[in-house]
T-cell receptor
Framework: AQKITQTQPGMFVQEKEAVTLDCTYD???????LFWYKQPSSGEMIFLIY??????QNATEGRYSLNFQKARKSANLVISASQLGDSAMYFC????????????????FGKGTLLTVNP | NAGVTQTPKFRILKIGQSMTLQCTQD?????MYWYRQDPGMGLKLIYY???????DKGEVPNGYNVSRSTTEDFPLRLELAAPSQTSVYFC?????????????????FGAGSRLTVL
């Protein structure tokens, strides 16, 4: 079974509107972390936002927020007020375990969602 | 700070050739990783290292080797290149985190190395 599932291969959004990118995960660990990365057409991987499994509040970073629903094992990324520069591939990733050793810092990535922002 | 630096950015290899992808970081991070990204796919872990002298296999290690003689450098060696190794390779590093809170262990990625094996 896939550990990270991103069911939307592609999404379109109008400039200035909000968009939600879906991510579901599968783990039996109690302690884990969820990450979102952005990959523009230039290819680099840019960290956007992090949510720890013990965090009670949803993470927010500027226009990015993470809608964390632990019981549903979902960690959707919400981008508010979309901009043309938001057009990119977005990857959800998970780190399992306590993080007490390097092996626990490995990230497992989903296949990504290609977001296109239309003017 | 330069962050994570990978070289070369592009390389074309013939089947059976060998090469080394270089990766260096100047953030004094203990942990380093090599991922590959195939078209339309997410990243898959090849090898990782928790510190100098310590390496371990990831999800897709076959056909690759690594070494970690210093904290800064983590080269990836491709032996006997095959078309299946055509991919974009990313090196990343991260600091150690705290128990129950790994917000500090965000991976910082290099710009990637695009390898084509013909």
């Amino acid at each position: 079974a896939q550990k990270i599932t991103q069911t939307q291969p592609g999404m379109f959004v109008q400039e200035k509107e909000a968009v939600t990118l879906d991510c579901t995960y599968d783990t039996s660990d109690q302690s884990y972390g969820l990450f979102w990365y952005k990959q523009p057409s230039s290819g680099e991987m840019i960290f956007l936002i992090y949510q720890g499994s013990y965090d009670e509040q949803n993470a927010t970073e500027g226009r990015y927020s993470l809608n964390f629903q632990k019981a549903r094992k979902s960690a959707n990324l919400v981008i508010s007020a979309s901009q043309l520069g938001d057009s990119a591939m977005y990857f959800c990733a998970m780190r399992e375990g306590q993080g007490s050793g390097g092996s626990n810092y490995k990230l497992t990535f989903g296949k990504g969602t290609l977001l296109t922002v239309n003017p | 700070n330069a962050g994570v630096t990978q070289t070369p950015k592009f390389r074309i290899l013939k089947i059976g050739q060998s090469m080394t992808l270089q990766c260096t970081q100047d953030m004094n991070h203990n942990y380093m990783y090599w991922y590959r990204q195939d078209p339309g796919m997410g990243l898959k872990l090849i090898y990782y290292s928790v510190g100098a002298g310590i390496t371990d296999k990831g999800e897709v290690p076959n056909g690759y080797n690594v070494s970690r003689s210093t904290t800064e450098d983590f080269p990836l060696r491709l032996e006997l290149a095959a078309p299946s190794q055509t991919s974009v390779y990313f090196c990343a590093s991260s600091p150690p985190g705290r128990k129950r809170d790994s917000g500090a262990n965000v991976l910082t990625f290099g710009a990637g190395s695009r390898l084509t094996v013909l």
